[in-house]
């Protein structure tokens, strides 16, 4: 048996996880030779400089493991400094009795140095603000925090992946580049190049003129004289040689006419015609945006694979300051053919539950954490949300159970009545006071929803639903989508959406048409209905948002 702790593989260091994440938190390991990588969090001299104690963390847990090196090994002032980085090796050894720790590293030597200045370092040891971290999103990842966020986030992906693939959904690539809007809400990025080509364009021009009216009469005035030494070589019945020759000189003079003609009609500026921007000269001869939602392409694979999912980021360009808005998210969404409202809202609850119950099996560590340090009820949500049948109303027992409380002294921000889309406030007031668990809303009036959404028999509401979940209100929108041919033209007709974008789409309905449902899952939601955190920005490795895009 190995006196050494197996490196991880691909990687000439062993994880900490390895070591403190075992049943016996590493002690088994007492002995053993191991080399350690990572970051310090916190870093101590000791016996009057003769030697230092480090908390090194690697990133693969959330714990640290106490490193012991001694002042001959290296400069020990450089290496407490809170972010270093220090790979070192060294026996693994049992602390004093009473320790907090289970094991510890003695240093034997110090194999790498990544030093850090102190005085220019943006974290100290001293706790900063989820706020504040926002302006080192590179380096916020090295905090306790965020790295636990992304751990989680990581578990909740690897969760996602394996509850679709054990319930036969195939993952499904949709494009990021679209040119039709899901939502018809209008808050969509442009992806163009007009603007670069304008630009470049501008820049062309000033350094290289266009022709004049005279340059170009000039060149036809060439072209004019070449024909003539053509015609006179052809009357002359001269060599063939020289009337080929003749022949090439008019044709590079007719091509310089023509290139000539060209550049004459360049205009510096984005190019229109009537009035209008042209995008027939854009990259993608058409308008072209980020997508704001996978679903409509996704359903087409689920017209011929049944059972299918994507997950991907999405984009919505409105200028919203909120702690529940971004620029950039992620959208889990799953769509099943010979399916209809019933069991979208099977689908959607088995889903939640499991996320829910694979952080309380994977990631208990960085929970444990989070209930810690931000919301000491988020382990006990995810396990009621995970053990609990969710709630069913409809929209309209919805709305009476909503003015009932109104009547009874309730105030909401946003007036309660029959066809309101139902605000932040009444969702929690749903989850959080009346039922105390998830809610599923649905059958909502047609009116509040997208267009796509089958028409009910009442003609009156369609078959949406809507999950509702304590802490942070909507996590899932779903519905049985409008199959029918004639139903659907309707509804894009009524809603004066342009029927040209969507004719793929209507196509699904002309040929071999079926029943099937879907939803949309907002990842950064169920990690914030996770953590307890507060700011979506907080749970995303990048956020995008108004006036802000770093790196």
């Given at each position: 048996m190995s006196d050494e702790v197996p490196k991880a593989e691909f990687s000439d260091s062993v994880l900490i996880k390895s070591i403190i994440r075992r049943e016996d938190g590493g002690s088994g390991l007492a002995g053993k030779k191991a080399r350690i990588g990572g970051w310090v969090k916190t870093g101590r001299k000791a016996d009057k400089d003769a030697f230092a104690f480090l908390e090194l963390n690697d990133g693969s847990c959330a714990g640290n493991l106490q490193v012991i090196i001694d002042a001959s090994l290296a400069d020990l002032g450089q290496l407490v400094q809170t972010g270093t980085c220090v790979v070192v090796e060294g026996h693994l050894k049992l602390p004093p009795s009473g320790a907090k720790q289970k094991i510890e590293l003695r240093a034997e030597e110090v194999l790498h140095v990544g030093p850090v200045d102190p005085a220019k370092y943006p974290l100290p040891k001293t706790r900063l603000t989820l706020e504040s971290l926002r302006d080192f999103v590179h380096l916020r990842s090295r905090t306790n925090t965020i790295s636990a966020v992304a751990r989680i986030r990581n578990a909740l992906a690897y969760a996602t992946h394996t509850f679709f693939n054990k319930h036969g959904f195939l993952y499904v690539?949709?494009?990021?580049?679209?040119?039709?809007?899901?939502?018809?809400?209008?808050?969509?990025?442009?992806?163009?190049?007009?603007?670069?080509?304008?630009?470049?364009?501008?820049?062309?021009?000033?350094?290289?003129?266009p022709p004049t009216e005279a340059d170009v009469e000039a060149a036809k005035l060439v072209v004019q004289e070449k024909g003539e030494v053509v015609s006179q070589l052809k009357s002359a019945k001269a060599d063939k040689k020289e009337i080929s020759a003749a022949v090439a000189e008019l044709k590079k003079a007719k091509e310089n006419v023509s290139k000539l003609e060209e550049r004459s009609k360049l205009q510096p500026g984005i190019p229109r015609k009537d009035g209008k921007v042209d995008?027939?000269?854009?990259?993608?001869?058409?308008?072209?945006?980020?997508t704001?939602?996978?679903?409509?392409?996704?359903?087409?694979?689920?017209?011929?694979?049944?059972?299918?999912?994507?997950?991907?980021?999405?984009?919505?360009?409105?200028?919203?300051?909120?702690?529940?808005?971004?620029?950039?998210f992620w959208v889990v969404e799953p769509?099943?053919?010979?399916?209809?409202?019933?069991?979208?809202?099977?689908?959607?609850?088995?889903?939640?539950?499991?996320?829910?119950?694979?952080?309380?099996?994977?990631?208990?560590?960085?929970?444990?954490?989070?209930?810690?340090?931000?919301?000491?009820?988020?382990?006990?949500?995810?396990?009621?949300?995970?053990?609990?049948?969710?709630?069913?109303?409809?929209?309209?027992?919805?709305?009476?159970?909503?003015?009932?409380?109104?009547?009874?002294?309730?105030?909401?921000?946003?007036?309660?009545?029959?066809?309101?889309?139902?605000?932040?406030?009444?969702?929690?007031?749903?989850?959080?006071?009346?039922?105390?668990?998830?809610?599923?809303?649905?059958?909502?009036?047609?009116?509040?929803?997208?267009?796509?959404?089958?028409?009910?028999?009442?003609?009156?509401?369609?078959?949406?639903?809507?999950?509702?979940?304590?802490?942070?209100?909507?996590?899932?929108?779903?519905?049985?989508?409008?199959?029918?041919?004639?139903?659907?033209?309707q509804r894009l007709e009524e809603m004066d959406l342009p029927v040209e974008p969507y004719e793929w789409y209507i196509d699904l309905r002309r040929y071999g048409t079926v029943k099937h449902a879907g939803f949309g899952l907002g990842f950064e939601r169920m990690i914030l209905f996770a953590t307890g955190l507060e700011n979506i920005r907080d749970v995303i490795p990048f956020p995008r948002y108004p006036g802000r895009a770093d790196l």
């Open positions: 690539h949709t494009p990021i580049v679209t040119t039709s809007d899901c939502e018809g809400a209008g808050e969509m990025f442009q992806v163009t190049t007009l603007f670069s080509e304008a630009e470049r364009l501008e820049k062309e021009l000033i350094q290289n003129p995008y027939t000269k854009d990259f993608f001869a058409r308008q072209a945006f980020l704001v939602s996978g679903q409509l392409q996704v359903e087409s694979y689920a017209c011929a694979l049944s059972r299918v999912y994507t997950f991907g980021p999405t984009f919505r360009a409105e200028n919203s300051h909120t702690s529940r808005h971004l620029a950039e769509e099943i053919a010979f399916a209809d409202l019933e069991d979208d809202m099977k689908c959607a609850e088995a889903y939640v539950k499991f996320l829910c119950r694979w952080l309380l099996d994977n990631c208990l560590e960085d929970m444990e954490f989070m209930a810690d340090k931000f919301d000491k009820g988020c382990i006990d949500r995810l396990k009621m949300v995970a053990s609990t049948p969710f709630i069913r109303l409809t929209y309209t027992e919805a709305v009476e159970i909503l003015e009932e409380s109104v009547q009874n002294g309730k105030k909401f921000e946003k007036e309660v009545e029959w066809g309101i889309d139902l605000a932040s406030g009444h969702e929690r007031y749903l989850t959080e006071v009346k039922y105390q668990k998830p809610v599923i809303v649905y059958n909502y009036p047609k009116d509040i929803k997208a267009f796509y959404m089958r028409l009910n028999d009442d003609l009156e509401t369609v078959a949406a639903m809507d999950v509702l979940v304590p802490k942070v209100g909507e996590l899932i929108g779903g519905s049985q989508r409008e199959e029918r041919y004639d139903v659907i033209q």
